[in-house]
């Protein structure tokens, strides 16, 4: 494993080992998302790279709360797992997923902070304006989110996170 892969997966453990080791998670691994990947490859990814967008944005003394950014990361996209089961069809679960997402959050942290859960609530921005991003860790999580929907289209892109999530759960 690379040495950027491995500082990647010790920051995902450290804010998110509740959502890793949950049921909803290793169900996310069997659940197909948009073209290429599972929900779970696209959820590491999506929080592979609001990690890096976090440590750039770090760099340049921008303070953001990594936290926050990795645990809407990883459950923004919880309220899929069973889609066809849970709701009649796409356009219904393209709007009620982000809510359902929130509600597997609360139950997996109780005490949810306000920014987390707006994160998540709020990631399917800008491809809906409507509800906007409320921080600057959302809109790192919104980005991160729709990066990793385009990559996993583009028949000839091989995003270096696609690998790194395959490394992860050989790991
Ligand atoms: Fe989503
Ligand atoms: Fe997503």
């Not at 997996?108 to 399917?124: G, V």
Request: hydrophobic residues 40%; positive net charge; proline residues 5%.
């Amino acid at each position: 494993m690379k040495e950027d892969a491995r500082e990647i997966y010790r920051v995902l453990v450290k804010h998110g080992k509740k959502v890793l080791y949950s049921e909803e998670f290793v169900r996310a691994f069997h659940q197909k998302h948009h073209y290429r990947t599972s929900v779970a490859e696209h959820t590491l990814q999506v929080a592979a790279i609001s990690v890096r967008l976090c440590r750039f944005l770090e760099r340049h003394g921008v303070a953001v709360d990594e936290r926050a950014a990795v645990r809407g990361a990883l459950m923004h996209d919880l309220g899929m797992i069973g889609r066809r089961e849970k709701y009649r069809n796409d356009l219904e679960c393209s709007q009620r997923h982000p809510g359902e997402s929130a509600k597997v959050a609360r139950r997996l942290y109780p005490d949810l902070d306000k920014k987390t859960e707006d994160i998540i609530l709020r990631h399917m921005w800008p491809v809906k304006l409507y509800p906007p991003p409320t921080s600057i860790e959302s809109i790192i999580v919104s980005l991160a989110d729709k990066w990793g929907s385009i990559t996993d289209l583009l028949p000839f892109a091989q995003p270096w996170e696609h690998r790194w999530a395959g490394t992860f759960v050989k790991d």
